[in-house]
């Protein structure tokens, strides 16, 4: 039976995806790096780290100079976050979580971000989660299954009483591999391999959900 949620953060509960778009943007810009909104969609749940690869390639940077720009980026970041507000949550967000919360259901967010704690506080869900997984708990990024994991752990669950709720490719394998129910946001060539795939959060009842879920055979 399922007892838990696990959702990721951002482009799942708040389009944060779009401030991690324009702190890289300025970064690359900065550097004269070549950077656009469809190569940002590579970077969707991918680690700071692995994304600042993914934008400099093979261009000769020493290891102090990654990190200062890993650095640089997290402080445009930081600062595009400050003003965020409930009305930043995504549309149906609160409903579900509601809903979940009234149903028993135990709530955990799993996110590869050091500024998830941030992010939460400001959109004034705190006292609707129960624990917390981050860029700070697990060392292996998605699209391993230790953060999870890490997360249903907190909420002393079993994988799979647990579903995983993801807007991208690593999270939706990261699911998988930790064996949890996985509900993909977004296209099908992104999130095609999770159980249930939604366009977004919008009108999205536990009570429809469960029964989908139910009805799948594995
Ligand atoms: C999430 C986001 C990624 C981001 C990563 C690390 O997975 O989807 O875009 O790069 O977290 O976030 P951080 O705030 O620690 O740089
Ligand atoms: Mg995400």
């Known amino acids: 039976d399922i007892q838990g949620f696990i ?7 708040t389009d944060t995806a779009e401030f ?14 070549p950077f656009n909104r469809q190569a940002n969609e590579a970077l ?4 700071r780290r692995a ?8 261009r000769p940077y020493s290891e102090a100079q990654l990190e200062e720009m890993m650095e640089r980026k997290n402080g445009y970041y930081v600062d595009l976050i400050q003003n965020m507000t409930s009305r930043d949550l995504s549309l149906g967000a609160i409903e579900l979580l509601n809903e979940l919360r009234q149903a028993g259901i135990k709530i955990a967010i799993g996110s590869a971000s050091k500024n998830a704690r ?13 624990a917390i997984a981050d860029g700070y ?7 391993a299954p230790d953060l999870f994991l890490y997360a249903a752990n907190l909420l002393k669950l079993k994988p799979e009483q647990c579903v995983v709720v993801e807007d991208a490719t690593a999270g939706v394998e990261a699911a998988l591999a930790a064996g949890m129910w996985t509900v993909g946001l977004g296209p099908a060539e992104r999130v ?14 536990w009570t ?3 029964a989908k879920l139910n009805s799948i055979t594995t």
């Open 7 to 13: 959702f990721d953060l951002d482009g799942v509960l």
């Open 118 to 130: 941030t992010v939460v506080e400001r959109l004034g869900i705190a006292d609707k989660i129960d």
């Open 137 to 143: 708990s697990v060392q292996k990024p998605k699209p």
């Open 51 to 58: 994304s600042l690869m993914l934008i400099v390639g093979d």
């Open 208 to 210: 429809d959900l469960k």
């Open 20 to 33: 991690h778009y324009l702190a890289w943007q300025r970064l690359a810009d900065q550097e004269g790096i």
């Open 44 to 47: 969707r749940g991918i680690s």
């Open 192 to 205: 095609g391999a999770a159980h249930v795939v939604l366009p977004n959060l919008a009108g999205v009842k």
